[in-house]
């Protein structure tokens, strides 16, 4: 890869060299720049929790988290994210499973599990939107100080995500029992 | 996905050099439309320059009111920034009604008015598609054109412009500004993009070589009492049928100012003029909204599936006006 602001042409490339925070471990990978951050987790570092679904940032299934930050793997070249701090349903877990992966068992969140890395990593990222004061569709005043995680909320909020099951109560439960009191304040 | 070459650009100036030198080239921000229309092969640049690490993150808020937007301040930041939430509610609100959290999250201010002007037509590589291919022909308009254009269409193409940041901007008189080879110019919003005409391959009216740098959107005192409404098939994660950006400012029961766009009906975010000019001094009632809303879909032409958008869009936007003119009265 051409180092900033120094190359003047540049030339197609079979590989170039990728070096890809994850979970806390530093991946160094050689890629064709049209690997996907999805394909670069599964197939090139193995980790395979991280899900493709539709491939075109319709469905979630592929959501993890940058800078904290969720977003649709699928959608992203991976050689675009070097140096960024990736988070994905692997690095979730503490000592013990992470509460909002708990009560998604507790609230059967899930039948065949193929969205449940996707919709708990959005679940994640979701949260930290709503408390950096991010308004949603639904949110009457997108002036407030504080908006709490109503049901209605929650949905329009998790739209991002498909479950083709149909687990969406259990999933609103899981996601709600988790942090409405941290919210609702 | 046919194979590019990847550079990333460490300021604007070496991000100009790098696609003057490469060609063809494209720059990449989010990603979320470029990647995603390489990957079916409709877009094939053999040259990708990642712009998404120049400084052009930041939200200015000006001493006179008015506000500089980066290009790459990304659509959730723009959405979520307080200031924006106070003074430009309308611009607030078309952001999160557009795409999913994701999405975003990975959108750029920039890349937002960027994005391609589509239907499900040009996706289908199956289908004749003027902006695809010129001189090849438009399957939608004899085709399923639920989505499609009502104003500012022509024979070669009915897409829509998608974005719903891009209608509350075009109705808050912004300013796009652009560096290319030759320098610094800034391009109205109203501007910025184009009618299809004979032309539809061509989006907007950005040079070749020209990179997005900042969006400058006016102080607008009456824009803290502002609407984006969306009108869709499904409640979340769609594109408008039709949408409406306004702000109004009344007083003593006369229409001192207002802003009106649409979203979802024309090739590019469509600003109301017409419905403006005629409630500017005028009385604000709901009569007048109703003229007025009339009077901007006079040139609006209904195709097999989507006529019913012309008078959706009427009574959207006199029913967002209405909603304005109630919440001003109760303030």
């Known amino acids: ?185 | 996905m046919k194979a590019f070459a990847y550079s990333r650009a460490g300021d604007v100036e070496a991000a100009i050099r790098l696609i003057s030198r490469n060609r063809p080239a494209k720059f990449l921000g989010g990603g979320t439309n470029l990647v995603d229309l390489m990957r079916e092969e409709i877009e094939q640049p053999a040259h990708l320059v990642d712009v998404t690490r120049l400084p052009l993150a930041q939200i200015e808020e000006r001493p006179d009111g008015s506000v500089r937007i980066g290009a790459l301040v990304r659509n959730s930041h723009l959405a979520a920034s307080r200031f924006i939430r106070v003074h430009y509610p309308l611009l607030s609100q078309a952001i999160v009604m557009g795409a999913s959290g994701q999405i975003r999250n990975m959108a750029t201010t920039g890349g937002n008015l960027m994005q391609r002007t589509r239907c499900q037509y040009f996706y289908d590589r199956q289908a004749r598609c003027n902006k695809r291919q010129p001189g090849a022909g438009c399957d939608a308009l004899e085709g399923f054109n639920r989505m499609h254009a009502i104003l500012g269409a022509s024979s070669a193409c009915i897409a829509t412009h998608a974005s719903d940041m891009a209608v509350a901007l075009v109705a808050l008189d912004a300013t796009i500004l652009v560096r290319g080879p030759g320098g610094e110019r800034a391009i109205p919003m109203t501007e910025f993009h184009r009618l299809p005409g004979d032309t539809p391959h061509v989006d907007t009216n950005l040079g070749p070589d020209e990179l997005i740098t900042a969006v400058d959107v006016p102080a607008l005192p009456f824009a803290g009492h502002s609407r984006y409404r969306k009108v869709r098939d499904r409640a979340s994660y769609a594109f408008a049928l039709v949408s409406v950006a306004a702000a109004l400012d009344v007083d003593a029961g006369r229409v001192r100012g207002v802003r009106l766009a649409l979203g979802g009906v024309a090739p590019r975010p469509w600003r109301a003029v017409a419905a403006e000019r005629a409630l500017v001094g005028g009385p604000a009632t709901v009569e007048a909204f109703r003229g007025a809303a009339a009077q901007e879909l006079q040139a609006a032409r209904g195709l097999a599936h989507n006529a019913f958008k012309i008078e959706l869009a009427q009574r959207t936007m006199v029913s967002v006006l209405r909603s304005l003119l109630h919440e001003g009265a109760a303030r």
């Open chain 1, 1 to 185: 890869m051409s180092a900033p602001g120094v190359a003047e042409r540049t030339e197609i490339l079979d590989a170039v060299a990728v070096g890809l925070r994850i979970n806390g471990v530093e991946h160094e990978l050689r890629l064709d720049p049209r690997v996907s951050l999805l394909d670069a987790l599964r197939e090139h570092v193995g980790l395979t929790g991280t899900k493709k679904g539709c491939d075109q940032g319709a469905c979630g299934a592929c959501t993890v988290l940058v800078d904290g930050e969720r977003i649709n793997a699928c959608l992203a070249l991976a050689v675009q994210y070097e140096g960024r701090e990736i988070a994905t349903i692997e690095g979730i877990a503490g000592d013990s499973i992470h509460p909002l992966q708990a009560a998604f068992i507790e609230h059967d969140a899930f039948q065949c599990g193929y969205c449940t890395p996707g919709q708990i990593c959005s679940a994640l990222g979701m949260v930290a939107e709503l408390r950096g004061g991010m308004p949603s569709a639904v949110t009457g005043d997108v002036a407030a100080e504080v908006i709490a995680l109503t049901e209605a909320e929650l949905k329009e909020r998790m739209s991002g995500n498909l479950c083709r099951c149909g687990a969406y109560v259990g999933i609103v439960e899981a996601i709600q029992e988790t942090f409405a009191g941290q919210l609702t304040r």
